[in-house]
């Protein structure tokens, strides 16, 4: 049997794109898994973010759930209420503004194995002026147990510590930048 994944998206003023990302999840994860979640951390948006979410859960009250901060805790607080309300044996994020295609996470669960506690997907944007090339680093899959305990021990971080020296394996997503 495959693993259960929980999916997760932290979202700040993100009512134009929550809904289809969402949506787009819970339509591929049956594939995926038979156990699955997706879970929505609502980080004190201002916009009709929180309407959208709600009406959401309504739709798909088995599946999906919300996290929602009254106030917005940064993205750093958002992360750590996703892991921390993840069910699942392995959970996947990636931000709630649809920069990223979730339909990546069948790429970096062919990546998973059990040697392999995280994998980490990346988008290449090309060189800069300087010559450093420009990696965006949003898509995660992990194994729960262990990106809870690195998102625990940044807790006095704005965002987690260096997260390529908890990922054991990385992954160029096909997609590129939207």
Known sequence: MRESISVFFPAYNDEHTIGGLV???????P???EDYEVIAVNDGSRDGTGA????LRSEFPE?????????????GGA???????????????????????PAELRSLLKLMGPLVGCVNGFASRGNTS?????????????ATARARSKCTASRT???PPTWRSACDSAARCSHGWR
Do not use: W
């Open 79 to 101: 992360l750590q209420s996703g892991f921390a309300a993840a069910r699942k044996d392995l959970v996947f994020y990636t931000d709630g503004d649809g920069q990223y295609d």
């Open 63 to 75: 599946r999906f759930r919300v996290v929602t901060h009254a106030t917005n805790m940064g993205y």
């Open 130 to 142: 300087n010559g450093l090339s420009v990696l965006n680093c949003s898509l995660k899959t992990c």
């Open 23 to 29: 949506r787009q999840t819970l339509a591929f994860l």
């Open 52 to 55: 959208i979410l709600e009406q």
């Open 157 to 159: 971080h704005p965002t």
């Open 31 to 33: 594939a995926l898994s």
